[in-house]
């Protein structure tokens, strides 16, 4: 257990709506870390946040949008959701979010479906 | 920006012979290099990391990398594989000028009895 959780861990919902997925880092952890996992384009870095604020962006689509609350919690919310937005969403975290040795531990994942 | 490459998809190896997953690493600056394995429906778990120092760094369950700075890569190595080592391995990079991990494809593992 590496002390990320995520919520819920199965959701099931249909095109054109949204969902919101939730992330409590590990205790202590002040950086927490979106990513999303599909079959055709593997292991992708969505966002990143430390203490509230966002601190790095990657390939996340306009429709995606993320926060990071002050106990530290963070949601993504998915909107307009489309059938390739199915895939497993992960949330991590880490103690810094500006030392870059430091390492990062992995939710169990929230698995998406969109039908 | 940075990006990690895993040449090989697959890789099969008998159970007791040693394994080599490999990875190559670009970076503008100093390397930060990370191993992951996710086991079925789970998600990543940490294996080791090469921040710097010694270029062979030991991690979890017998496994450890070998940072290789002319050859850019950072090949992950266990002397005697289980079948319980079947898994995909990821390799991760961040460089000193940015904070986002980067992930390669992934290497699928099997180890058969």
């Known amino acids: 257990d590496s002390g990320v959780t995520q919520t819920p861990k199965h959701l099931i919902t249909a095109t054109g709506q949204r969902v919101t997925l939730r992330c409590s880092p590990r205790?202590?952890?002040?950086?927490v870390y979106w990513y999303q996992q599909s079959l055709d384009q593997g292991l992708q870095f969505l966002i990143q946040y430390y203490n509230g604020e966002e601190r790095a962006k990657g390939n996340i689509l306009e429709r995606f949008s993320a926060q990071q609350f002050p106990d530290l919690h963070s949601e993504l919310n998915l909107s307009s959701l489309e059938l390739g937005d199915s895939a497993l969403y992960f949330c991590?975290?880490?103690?810094?979010?500006?030392?870059?040795?430091?390492?990062?531990?992995f939710g169990e994942g929230s698995w998406l479906t969109v039908v | 920006a940075q990006s990690v490459a895993q040449p090989e998809d697959q890789v099969n190896v008998a159970e007791g012979n040693p394994l080599t997953v490999k990875c190559t690493y670009s970076?503008?600056?100093?390397?930060?290099l990370f191993w992951y394995v996710q086991y079925p429906n789970r998600g990543l778990q940490f294996l080791l990391k090469?921040?710097?120092?010694?270029?062979l760094v030991k991690g979890s369950y017998g496994f450890e990398a070998e940072f290789n700075k002319s050859q850019t890569s950072f090949h992950l190595k266990k002397p005697s594989a289980l079948v319980s080592d079947s898994a995909l391995y990821f390799c991760?990079?961040?460089?000193?000028?940015?904070?986002?991990?980067?992930f390669g494809a992934g290497t699928r593992l099997t180890v058969k009895p």
């Open positions: 090469y921040i710097t120092g010694d270029n």
């Open positions: 205790s202590g952890d002040l950086s």
């Open positions: 991590a975290s880490s103690v810094s979010g500006s030392q870059t040795g430091n390492t990062i531990y």
């Open positions: 970076v503008s600056g100093n390397p930060y």
């Open positions: 991760a990079v961040r460089d000193e000028y940015n904070n986002d991990m980067r």
